[in-house]
């Protein structure tokens, strides 16, 4: 009986993750060469879930402890073509546009450091991923000094002059 699923994507406080579909074997080759050539400082790693064939977590990177957390959600998500990527000291805003540019990757459904859940529709096929919830419903709107902060930490870590 199909349903959706929603699964909780496990990363550690202050990492940001990338969360996308994509069709080829060759991706995680592709999205570590994107990585460690865009941003050679960072410390992340990739995961993806092969949707034929001998379907296996493909993954690569270079800390073993966020490999390990990257396989473990895409076992949690079992959806094929999916790819996860968790970035250590590093946002993704900095690499997001040459992940897109890769010719494999179809879609991002999320970039962010915020709680991620995947939804996950399951069929007697597999599972896809069919949506995200990234983060928490607004509360308000900005006021003047809300902007103003919103200004000053965009200039603080880096983002505007």
Do not use: W
Not at 1 to 25: A, R
Not at 36 to 52: G, H, L, M, W, Y
Not at 94 to 110: H, M
């Amino acid at each position: 009986m199909p349903n959706i699923e929603e699964v909780k994507i496990d990363f550690p406080e202050g990492c940001n993750v990338i969360l996308g579909y994509s069709h080829f074997i060759k991706t995680v080759e592709d999205l570590y060469e994107i990585i460690v050539t865009t941003r050679p400082d960072a410390k992340f790693a990739i995961a993806f879930s092969e949707a034929s064939s001998e379907r296996l977590i493909r993954y690569d990177g270079n800390s073993k402890e966020l490999i390990d957390i990257a396989v473990g959600n895409m076992k949690k998500l079992s959806a094929g073509h999916t790819f996860l990527i968790i970035l250590e000291n590093v946002f993704p805003i900095s690499i997001l546009n040459q992940i897109k540019a890769c010719q494999e990757v179809g879609r991002i459904f999320a970039a962010t450091a915020n709680p991620l859940y995947a939804l996950v529709y399951r069929n007697k096929q597999g599972g896809g991923i069919v949506g995200v919830i990234d983060g928490m419903s607004p509360l308000g709107v900005e006021d003047n000094t809300a902007k103003e902060n919103r200004k000053d930490l965009l200039r603080k870590i880096g983002y505007k002059k």
